[in-house]
């Protein structure tokens, strides 16, 4: 899924550059896509079950709601 490979390269980045300063970090990704009728507070109440569900993956990974 196209959303997915882009919430592993935002991932991804982010492990890299902080790894560049001699640190360690671990990013999880929530997306939700907004529809007809939905507004900005389901929109991020959305994407933030997503993010949830990512860490109980393990981290370091993207959910879509």
């Known amino acids: ?3 997915i490979d882009l919430g592993q390269a935002a991932i991804d980045h982010a ?3 902080t ?3 001699g640190e360690e970090m671990t990013v999880s990704v929530g997306i ?3 529809n007809d009728g939905a ?3 389901d929109v991020l109440s959305w994407a933030d079950r ?3 569900k990512a860490k109980l ?3 370091a990974v993207a959910a879509v709601a």
């Open 57 to 59: 993956m393990g981290g």
């Open 39 to 41: 507004t900005v507070s």
């Open 32 to 34: 939700a896509l907004a």
């Open 50 to 52: 997503a993010m949830y």
């Open 19 to 21: 790894r560049q300063c």
């Open 15 to 17: 492990r890299q550059r």
């Open 1 to 3: 899924d196209r959303l």
